[in-house]
């Protein structure tokens, strides 16, 4: 079983800056992927990064590269998403995933655990 809480949402201005948490509950020596999601009223959930497990491959959706650095601490079963100048259309409820297999970035249906969601507001 996994379980997973984020933090760190909240609301900032066009071209701020927010670090969102993910924290995981494993199992001992459990290693999974995880993701970063997105989404908002009437619209699917679309992935924004993803780390993989094992090797630690990274990839980002287009709309976030150069903008977005997902990482993790190892230790301590803590990923992170820092959003750099954020813009409006980034305005969504972002969600951390986590799968059991091997993937940087799969569609939202291969992830098998979900946090409850936090809330990132950008104003212009």
């Known amino acids: 079983q996994v379980q997973l809480a984020e933090s760190g949402g909240g609301a900032v201005q066009t071209g701020g800056s927010l670090r969102l948490s993910c924290t995981a509950s494993?199992?001992?020596?459990?290693?999974?992927?995880l993701a970063w999601f997105r989404q908002t009223p009437g619209k699917e959930r679309e992935g924004v990064a993803g780390?993989?497990?094992?090797?630690?491959?990274?990839s980002y959706d287009d709309s976030v590269k150069g903008r977005f650095i997902i990482s993790k601490e190892n230790a301590k079963n803590i990923w992170f998403l820092q959003m750099n100048d954020l813009k409006p259309e980034d305005t969504a409820t972002y969600y951390c995933?986590?799968?059991?297999?091997?993937?940087?970035?799969?569609?939202?249906?291969?992830?098998?655990?979900w946090g409850q969601g936090t809330q990132v507001t950008v104003s212009s």
């Open positions: 780390i993989a497990k094992g090797d630690g491959s990274i």
């Open positions: 494993l199992d001992t020596d459990r290693d999974i992927s």
């Open positions: 995933a986590a799968y059991l297999g091997w993937a940087r970035l799969a569609a939202a249906r291969h992830y098998n655990f």
